[in-house]
Structure formats: C-alpha cells, structure tokens
C-alpha cells in the first residue's frame, strides 16, 4: 500500500465482499474524484450503508444534482466521512426530512446537526446505496476529510483490498516544447508503440520498439490506468513518476491528498487540446511555464538530451496496492533547428489551427498580407487576426477569427446586436484566438464559438437578448459532436439569457412550446419509476408536484436520465404535475 498506514482505520462502509468501481484522483472531465466508488451491481436501494466509525451525522442533505442523498458523519479524531448518492436514509435520517420537505415545501433540503441529535456507532446502517443525485448507476460514493474538509485518499484509512492487478500504460508520446524542438524532425506530438515485456505479479514491464531522435526541449505525455478483480472498471492511480536509470526522479504526480480549489489546474496537468479532439486523456509529466505550477507534481520533467548521445528514462505508474508498471524508453539527442520545427494542425480533419500562438496548415495558404504559411513552416501571428486564407487557387476560406485574448486580461466582444460574450479578467489562462461562426440550425440561428485547442480556466459569460421570446431557451451542442442539450445553469434577466461559456461549441436559442411528457415504467426496489421528460428546454426539476392516495411528496427527479423516484409504501396512484424551463406543463395521474 501506497505511504505508511494511517493509525486510526475506519470500517468499510458497505457489508460483505468490496468492489471498487472508482477510485481517489481520477480524472472525469475537467474534476478530480475526491473519493472512491462502491459498486452494488443493480440492487438499488436495497444494499444497507454503514457507519465507517464512531460520530453523529453531522451534516445530511438532499439534493437533484451533486451526491444527491448524502450524509456528513464527524468523528472524534476530526475526521469526516462522507456517503454519497443514496437512494434513501435510515428512518432518523428519513424523519428529518420529511420534516424540512414539508416545512420548505421542497424536495432540494439540507441541515447542520449538532453532536448530540444524531450519534452514530461503527457499523450502524446510515441508509441504503442508491442512484441519487448526479450517478450513472447504483453505487456508494465514500470519502474521508480533514477538519478543514480537504478530502484524503480513503483507501488509505481502509483495511487494505487485495490487488495483485498492475497498472497498465494505454498511450505514450513525445511533445516538442519549444518553436525549435523536434522529434525526428517534426514539432508537435508523436504517439510511440510500446509492448509488454513481461507481467508478474505485481509488476509489469514495456519497451519502446523505437529509439527517436530529439533535439531541443521535449516533455513526455502519457495515459495509464489501473484495474482491481472483480470488476472490469478502469481506476486512476496512485503515483506517476518519470526518473532516469539511475533512480533520479525527473517529474511526480501524486494523490494522497486533494484540495476542491485544485480542479482548475488540471488543464495544464493534462493535454487539454489532444483529449478535446481525440476524446484521450493524456497527462503531462513535465512543468509548465512557472504561472502554470500544478500543485500536486514536482519537478520540472522537461528532457534536454545532448546531441549524439543516447538517454534512458523510466516512466512508473503505481496502483494504491504499491503494484507498478515501467517503460522503458531511449532517446538520442539531436541538434535543435534554428527555424520552426514543421508542424500540422492537431486535428487532421482541419485545414489549419492556431495552436500556442502559432498558425499551422495542411497545405500552403496565403494570408492578406501577403505571408504564407506551409506544413513545414508554421506562422507566429502575433496577435494579427486574419480574416481569409486563400489557398493555391486563389479561393478564400474565412477564419471568423473574432478576438486576440491574452493571460489575465478582460474583455467584451460583441458578436451581433442581441449576442455579446464577456470574458472576465484571469479566466483566460493561455493566448487565445477567439473564432465565432455564425449558424442556421434546424432549431433557429446560432453561434458556433470558441475552439478546443484553448479552453477557459472557469466560465466566460454569453449574454443573449431575447426581447418578446418568452419561450426561447438556449441550447448547445458540443464542438467534438453529441447531440443538441439544455444548458441548465443559464439563468433568464428580464430579455436577457446569461449562459456560463466554458465548451467550444454550437449555441441557439430555441423556442420551446411542447410540455414534458409524464410515463410509467416499472417498479425499482422500494421505488416506482416514472419518466418525466421534454425534448426542449428540459424539465425543471423544482416544479415538480406530486400526491399520493395519502399526502404530498417531494420525491426525487434523477436528471441524468429523467426518471421521478416514487415510493412503494406511499401505494399505487400518483398525480403528477411537471413544467418545463420556460413553464409549457403537463398534468397527469399515474397508475402502478
């Protein structure tokens, strides 16, 4: 086990045999996991919550989104443990908010309890492993935190699982980092091929078939992950060390603790731009310029090999069971090349991209000034913002390249008299060139806006007048695909949509007028399930109202999959009344 044993040990919060379906550290999107997984198969609501220790409950709340049904226990060492996506509580738990549903009218509650109103002993069912809040399956999401709640590496207060499983490496690859490094003459990325050498039982070895001349500054990206029998779920890791042959580590990153202000960072930890087009998460195992220090790695990771000489490093990834995997790869140095390395857009569907500042072609193009640019001559731009490419032939292709946006600056680009985008002041983290390209949808006109090669540090702000649109809602569809969806953290200021612009993608306002539709399905451990679903703006989770033969219900609406919870105890018919985003209702009685 990774690090040495914590004295105090809690209890593992589910009976019988553990599965492990997500681990500590992993990234999903652009956050970390703060916690670990449990898995219980299909058995929804029906798999009994344990205290992992000796506390009181000191925190309980309910919610649509986030960990939904969840429940904070303090314990006397200071500790807080933490038990997600429940499906419901124990009958204390259950009292207590019902009570605060009735008072608030609401399904969404939460209250703070005091030591004494709910003391829990080790072991004690809390409540029943669900579905609730935002889970794509029954599941128990568990974590330990400190007294100032930054969230530590639960397996390591656990009895320890067996793991005889290594980690394994999915992607290794090169970067050149400066204008003037290459790899065997090319700038950018290169993927490498690797084979295993050997597995045994708690170690596993791969060897590059390659040995790659390199000139200049490179770093090494990779991508590897981790499994535990019985299920089949890729985990993350514990370390990922890059160090030479000697034992010397050039680069580290490690999880043993995270702090919730740390997801900001990960798009300089990972190749933001590759996982956008590629839909592959690669980590970085090299330093960023100073301003963008991650503050879970150490070292600076970045390879500068003599020429003619030939460099061995070892790439080591390591489970939470101290189980590793190696590569093993050489490299021989180079010369670096005085002019730009050649360098292709990241994508190959593109034509051209502008990539660290640099524009980049697949074939020749000329801009309006006269400069041209060639896949073995990339164009620094400088902040110019070329309105046509023109190819060969004479023909002019368009860029919509609208703004020339630098690091910590703060700016308003109007993109038409109803559309303006505000970008705040330090949510720009690297030079972007900003394109906006004007649509017609199937659902009205639209925006396609930004560009995956450079994302936002947190939310820019689309604001979109809408005068004499009262059912007009907007919608986006992401730039790498995906189907049309609502934005569901926009929020409506008199005529005026103010919508959270972090995903390149297509943006339109649709008029919805078509209710939600409201259809039984079938019964769910102690639940009924009910669809409750619109093809426009979405449901509004909060207008829900529902009556059973006995009183009224604040039951929960599961959004990922639009899918009311209706309790079996509460008997068989159900009045049902829901309203979309902008207010189109539908009513009706259902009958189990």
Known sequence: MIGAWIALQFLWPLPGPITLTGSYGEVRGELFHTGIDL??????????????????????????????????????????????????????GEALVESLQTQAQRFEVEKYLKPGEWPVAPGETLGWAGNSGYSFGPHLHFEVRTKDQKPLCPLLYLPPLRDTIPPVFLRLAVRALTPSSHIEGWGGLRLLSFFQLRCQAS????????TLRVGGAIGLECSAADRQAPTSAWLGLARLTLKDTKGLVLFQARWETLDFDWHRFLRWYRDYPFQQIYRVGLARLYELPPQATVPWTQGKGILLIPPDSLVTVVLEAQDFGGNTAQIRLTLRGDKPKESLAPRRPLDPKSLWSIEDGLLLANRPLRLPWGAIVRPETPLPLGGQLPDT??????????????????????????????????????????????????????????????????PLRFPASLRWRVAGRPQAYPLLRPWNGGTWSPITEARRYGDVWHIPFTTAGAYVMYEDTVPPTIRPLKRAGPFYLVAIQDLGSGVAAHTIQVRSEKRKLFPEYYEPQAILYLPVKEGRRFWIEASDRVGNRTQRLVHF
């Open 39 to 92: 898995g219980v198969g299909e058995r929804l609501g029906t798999v009994p919550v344990l205290a992992a220790g000796k506390g009181y409950v000191s925190r309980i709340r309910v919610s649509h989104k986030g960990f939904g049904k969840v429940l904070y226990v303090s314990h006397p060492e200071g500790y807080t443990t933490v038990y997600g996506h429940l499906s419901h509580f124990a009958p204390r």
């Open 203 to 210: 170690q596993r070895l791969y060897v590059c078939r390659e």
């Open 389 to 454: 490419l023109y190819d060969e032939s004479g023909r002019g292709r368009p860029t919509y390249l609208r703004a020339y946006l630098r690091p910590g600056c703060r700016d308003t680009l109007t993109l038409s008299p109803e559309c303006q985008l505000y970008f705040f002041e330090g949510n720009i983290g690297d030079t972007l060139y900003f394109r906006a390209i004007p649509l017609e949808t199937p659902y009205g006109p639209g925006w396609l806006l930004g560009d995956p090669y450079v």
